[in-house]
């Protein structure tokens, strides 16, 4: 079973407008959680960490938000640019040491067109 | 900076194939790691290491030898190559664990095709 689910599949909004990337997991415990952007035939690469019980990250024009009580995280992309073309992928790391998991979502495919 | 350089970029092999996937990482990281992407999938976890000599099964390991020689270096072996294994193969390495908040640093990928 798909124990980190993320919304929507795919979207596709105007150069300029903000979006919103949904991610919804059932992973115990929830340690922390990752969001990466991934180009098109690209390795991954980190935006931002959260970890604690309410966080908020911000990172230039991305800013995300993790609610571990409704187990869910929130990707904000604002003024967006055509290079913020890609695949948007969150993973949930279930401890804090060695022995965890990172347990990968699909992917959000976001399409920035001009 | 990071880095992690996987070869071959594109493989293509047949049925019953022998095919070897390197990974080489300059970042002095005790951690790597192979993965799987599919997709509709999430990365899955093949094989993993925590240092020269050591490997640890992952989530998705039948099919998959994988041999670490070295710190930088981490191989990934399928010796009888079956289509299923058709996907695009990632290998990533990190300080201290890869579900610790240190950061994950990915390779480009490798495609690799059974026909």
């Known amino acids: 079973k798909t124990q980190v689910e993320q919304s929507p599949q795919s979207l596709v909004v105007r150069q300029g407008e903000n979006c919103v990337l949904q991610?919804?997991?059932?992973?115990?415990?929830?340690?922390?959680l990752r969001w990466f952007k991934q180009d098109t035939g690209k390795g991954l690469v980190s935006l931002t960490v959260?970890?604690?019980?309410?966080d908020k990250t911000s990172n230039g024009r991305y800013s995300a938000t993790l609610d571990k009580d409704a187990k869910h995280s929130t990707l904000h992309i604002t003024a967006t640019l055509l290079d913020d073309t890609a695949t948007y992928i969150c993973v949930v790391g279930d401890r804090g040491s060695a022995l965890g998991r990172l347990h990968f979502g699909a992917g959000t495919q976001l399409i920035v067109i001009p | 900076e990071a880095a992690v350089t996987q070869s071959p970029r594109n493989k293509v092999t047949v049925t019953g194939g022998n095919v070897t996937l390197s990974c080489r990482q300059t970042?002095?990281?005790?951690?790597m790691y192979w993965y799987r992407q599919d997709t509709g999938h999430g990365l899955r976890l093949i094989h993993y290491s925590y240092g020269a000599g050591n490997l640890q099964i992952g989530d998705v390991p039948d099919g998959y030898k994988a041999t670490r020689t070295t710190q930088e270096d981490f191989f990934l072996l399928l010796e009888l190559a079956s289509p299923s294994q058709t996907s695009l193969y990632f290998c990533a390495s990190s300080d201290a664990g890869g579900a610790s908040q240190n950061t994950l640093y990915f390779g480009a990928g490798t495609r690799l095709s059974v026909l």
């Open positions: 991610c919804n997991y059932s992973v115990t415990p929830d340690n922390h």
């Open positions: 959260l970890v604690d019980q309410k």
């Open positions: 970042n002095s990281h005790n951690y």
